[in-house]
């Protein structure tokens, strides 16, 4: 059973980084498409972005398109969200999360294990 673990978040000024990590165990960490997704305060779980098993293809949302990007290391069965230029609307907790498949998708359905999220708080 793959187990995930994120990290790297925290409080941020508006127009700051922030780097998250998800940490997964297993063998078979490149066999599946993983992704993200935040939860803000009052609001539904959202899509932010998502990479395929090997890494060649990526999918972001269009509020974070051209500022995060997502990325995978698959020898060290971990993913990676950069997060550049952000803004008080990307606080939320985020969450990594794998899905069924090998192919990307934006479809909260598709995964079936998912992090117990991390923390991003963005200031104005």
């Known amino acids: 059973q793959v187990q995930l673990l994120e990290s790297g978040g925290g409080l941020v000024q508006a127009g700051g980084s922030l780097r998250l990590s998800c940490a997964a165990s297993?063998?078979?960490?490149?066999?599946?498409?993983m992704g993200w997704f935040r939860r803000a305060p009052g609001k539904e779980r959202e899509f932010v972005a998502t990479?395929?098993?090997?890494?060649?293809?990526?999918y972001y949302a269009d509020s974070v398109k051209g500022r995060f990007t997502i990325s995978r290391d698959n020898a060290k069965n971990t993913l990676y969200l950069q997060m550049n230029s952000l803004k008080p609307d990307d606080t939320a907790v985020y969450y990594c999360?794998?899905?069924?498949?090998?192919?990307?998708?934006?479809?909260?359905?598709?995964?079936?294990?998912w992090g117990q999220g991390t923390q991003v708080t963005v200031s104005s």
């Open positions: 999360a794998k899905s069924r498949a090998q192919v990307t998708s934006p479809s909260y359905s598709l995964y079936d294990i």
């Open positions: 990479i395929s098993g090997r890494g060649g293809s990526t």
């Open positions: 297993g063998r078979t960490f490149s066999s599946y498409a």
